[in-house]
């Protein structure tokens, strides 16, 4: 009996294929524990994508984990022979946690180590089924690769898929954990890497092993829009910030002739094209901008340095364009002055941002997490000082509040998600050039 298209979910389609080019091409079927004991994550920290893993205590009393990682168990339960070329592949959950929720959720990934003896070849072999992974998927796609070895990639320029590489300087991927060559593997559409991978000698290293290793994983769950309803049409999304900075955005976009003469200044339409430049604007709340652009509902936006520092979102910033310049900064009355004996109690919008601020200051702070109207805060009693903003200078004044300190200058940034600069490379480029000879020439 076959099982059909019908049957099967997308990503369930593709884990299948998968694993069977994986054992074709001679890995063995590595099938693990959902659990791990605790202290292989405690020891190997540097090597995780979050510090954050679920526990619990076992019968026996032993502290355990759920699985946020796979290379780390498959090297650990192997043997050290670094003269023998072991293959593994694997399918399995690995639980994360959500950076904006504090959630965890579980992730399935297919994958493949390849470790003992690593010479070129095998490195060569690896980047190449990494290749074959993202063809099996679709023909829209792009592995990148970085700090790849110049023979390797003229090697590389003679495969059926050498237009869909990408060679590139750098790229976004912990240089803790990787050393040599490095891939990620985007698919159009789809607003994440749904490949990553590369050689990790480092955790080979940390963990006593004496020989070398490569491998890459497949994020299946992204896989499950592949080809979904969405069909691209072409547009460039641009996220704007509603209100003041929004205007003086889209006045910059403007100027640089990229306006839309369905925009209208009163208007309170959502979304405006220029169907000529195929670009098509759409207003989100200042904050919310970063969020749109990283889960791909944009392809570009503008945000500020505040939102970006504070919510690190993975996103490109492709420009400064020096609009709605202001600084963070912590405020508090008039007299006060600080007593280090005692706990400073810090009202904020910026919890992150004021939480690194401290942290590198040693000094035992308690922040407290408010909406808005911050400066309210220490007149009341609530907070010793605050981290805000300052534009003018006029709300501050105007409560009998100073600048203690300044924590860091703040502009407006155009952003891109990753993925839209690789399939969309030229129109983002295009466009961002024009914004930056507009921004150099009003700073003459
Ligand atoms: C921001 C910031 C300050 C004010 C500073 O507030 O939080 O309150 O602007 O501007 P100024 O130095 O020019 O007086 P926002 O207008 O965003 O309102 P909020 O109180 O809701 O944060």
Redesign the pocket.
């Known amino acids: 009996m076959e099982i059909g298209d019908l049957v099967l979910q997308n990503s369930e389609k593709y884990m299948l294929l998968l694993r069977s080019l994986y054992l074709q091409k001679g890995y063995q079927p590595y099938r693990m524990s959902k659990f791990e004991e605790y202290d292989l994550y405690a020891k190997n920290k540097g090597f995780l994508m979050s510090d954050n893993v679920i526990t619990f205590t076992d019968t026996n009393g032993r502290l355990m984990a759920l699985k946020p990682d796979v290379t780390l168990s498959i090297i650990k339960n192997s043997k050290d022979l670094p003269e023998v070329t072991q293959r593994v592949c694997y399918n399995e959950n690995v639980y994360r946690v959500i950076k904006d929720t504090n959630s965890f959720k579980e992730i399935m990934q297919t994958g493949i180590e390849c470790f003992g003896k690593v010479e070129s070849e095998d490195i060569y072999q690896v980047i190449v089924l990494a290749a074959q992974s993202m063809q099996l998927i679709t023909d829209d796609w792009i592995l990148e690769l970085a700090n790849l070895d110049a023979v390797l990639w003229q090697r590389l320029q003679k495969e059926s898929f050498a237009g869909n590489l990408r060679l590139t300087a750098k790229l976004d991927a912990d240089l803790n954990y990787y050393n040599g060559t490095i891939m990620k593997g985007y698919i159009n559409g789809i607003p994440s890497p749904v490949l990553s991978g590369g050689q990790y000698d480092p955790l080979m290293e940390k963990m006593h092993r004496r020989s070398r290793a490569i491998g890459f994983a497949v994020y299946i769950n992204l896989l499950e829009r592949v080809a979904g309803e969405q069909k691209d049409d072409g547009y460039l999304n641009v996220a704007l910030p509603k209100g003041r900075l929004g205007d003086k955005v889209y006045g910059l976009f403007t100027g640089a002739g990229f306006g839309s003469p369905q925009y209208s200044e009163n208007s309170r339409k959502l979304f405006f094209d220029n169907d000529e430049k195929r670009i098509r604007y759409f207003w989100v709340k200042p904050s919310d901008v970063s969020k749109y652009v990283e889960r791909g509902a944009a392809d570009i936006g503008v945000a500020g340095a505040d939102i970006l520092r504070e919510y690190s979102p993975e996103v490109d910033e492709l420009q400064d364009l020096h609009l709605g310049v ?1 600084r963070m900064v912590v405020a508090g009355p008039r007299d006060f002055e600080d007593d280090s004996t005692k706990t400073l109690r810090i009202a904020t ?1 910026f919890t992150n941002i004021a939480n690194k601020y401290y942290q590198s200051r040693g000094r035992n702070i308690d922040i407290i997490k408010l ?5 309210i805060a220490p007149l009341l009693g609530l907070s010793d000082v605050i981290v ?9 004044k105007e409560n009998n509040l100073r600048v203690l300190e300044e924590v860091m200058s703040i502009s407006a940034r155009l952003i891109a998600n990753r993925s839209a600069c690789k399939f969309k490379g030229e129109q983002i480029e295009a466009l961002k050039n024009k914004l930056a000879e507009l921004v150099e020439e009003k700073n003459d």
């Not at 909406?371 to 400066?375: D, L, M, Q, T, V």
């Not at 805000?388 to 501050?396: K, S």
């Open positions: 202001c919008k909406h808005g109207s911050i400066e805000d903003i300052v534009e003018t200078g006029t709300t501050l």
